[in-house]
């Protein structure tokens, strides 16, 4: 980086002013050399300012480029971002709790996606290991990325493998994820379509807690999916992990829906959650889920080509990472649709090369 570009200047309170402003905004600033200045760091939150989770990422984010930060502590409402050089690949740890006293299950998922683009382009290939919470509330769980994120994105030409090694509930965390990234120079954005439903993946799952709770989870969910007309298959497990936790998850191409147990929440109910968003989603023959629809804009956005696709429910947490790309590189994104309703989203990408792999 020969000359230092402009600094952008963030308002964290756009959109839905929650994480995803800074995430976006650390990845994209390392691909493209850009410092940017957040102010009013997740606003619109409960606890506003970096958590574990926030500042984990952003020191990770700027070990990659060799960043130089200010007001990078928890609770900050103001960060500054200078990357100094391109983003380096390499075997990198990162662990929540090296951000927390006393540990946190900060959503380690959440990090992979501020780490996974700078390091795609980084030039080689990558290891990652990251400790912290790998189901929480609010945030993609491993299995999503696992099974549904993971073949959408390998479609536009980002490939990687990723592992659960230690499941990490809220609020224990504890839980470990290790993945291998392998390079590329540039992406390309596919043609989407409606995929219909063969059968129902997934898994029931409990650490600490007695081994009827998955059983009764898959077999409620079975039933319910079945009484629908749907093959389905949900194993039941029991793993080890820090804390006591409970969930279902369930994935098909392109969705994937879930429900994280709770003291005093029966376990048919937890089942009951996820199998009626998974049929919301079947009713309405989108191509991708909520989620999705969110998690490919940055990388369409980086891509070179058109790519246009359906959703059953457009998110604010979607329209506002769509204002936010459109902010940081030469991209067009349209939207159809109201908020809570199905939409549809056209993306023609910016054309992102990789300044190593050209």
């Given at each position: 980086m020969t000359e230092t570009p402009s600094l952008m200047v963030i308002d964290g309170r756009m959109g839905e002013g929650g994480g995803q402003v800074l995430r976006t905004s650390l990845s994209l600033s390392a691909l493209t050399g850009r410092p940017f200045r957040l102010t009013h760091v997740r606003a619109n939150r409960q606890k506003p300012g970096l958590r574990p989770q926030h500042l984990t990422a952003v020191r990770a984010v700027a070990r990659l480029c060799g960043a130089a930060l200010t007001g990078d502590a928890v609770n900050s409402q103001a960060l500054e971002f200078r990357p100094a050089m391109p983003s380096q690949p390499g075997v990198y740890h990162f662990d929540v709790t090296d951000a927390a006293q006393g540990g946190s299950a900060g959503a380690i998922m959440l990090v992979f996606q501020a780490l996974l683009w700078p390091l795609l382009f980084a030039g080689g290939p990558s290891r990652l290991t990251l400790r912290g919470g790998t189901h929480v509330p609010m945030s993609p769980p491993w299995h999503y990325v696992a099974h549904v994120a993971r073949p959408a994105f390998a479609r536009i030409g980002a490939t990687f493998t990723t592992e659960l090694r230690a499941w990490g509930w809220y609020p224990a965390g504890g839980g470990e994820v290790a993945a291998e990234i392998q390079p590329v120079a540039h992406l390309e954005a596919p043609a989407f379509d409606y995929v219909p439903p063969e059968r129902i993946e997934g898994i029931a799952a409990v650490t600490n807690l007695p081994a009827d709770i998955p059983q009764r989870m898959a077999g409620r969910a079975m039933n319910l999916l079945a009484a629908a007309g749907l093959s389905s298959r949900i194993e039941p497990r029991r793993e080890k992990g820090t804390g006591p936790g409970a969930g279902i998850f369930l994935w098909l191409p392109q969705g994937g829906f879930g429900s994280i147990g709770r003291p005093g929440l029966p376990s048919e109910k937890v089942a009951e959650a996820a199998v009626a968003e998974t049929l919301a989603f079947i009713d309405n023959k989108s191509m991708v889920d909520r989620h999705l629809a969110d998690q490919l804009l940055l990388p369409l956005a980086l891509a070179h080509g058109?790519?246009?696709?359906?959703?059953?429910?457009?998110?604010?947490?979607?329209?506002?990472?769509?204002?936010?790309?459109?902010?940081?590189?030469?991209?067009?994104?349209?939207?159809?649709?109201?908020?809570?309703?199905?939409?549809?989203?056209?993306?023609?990408?910016?054309?992102?090369?990789?300044?190593c792999l050209k």
């Open positions: 058109r790519a246009r696709y359906t959703t059953d429910h457009l998110t604010l947490h979607t329209t506002t990472s769509a204002d936010l790309l459109r902010m940081w590189l030469d991209v067009q994104i349209d939207i159809t649709g109201d908020l809570g309703q199905p939409a549809e989203i056209d993306v023609t990408g910016a054309g992102y090369t990789s300044l």
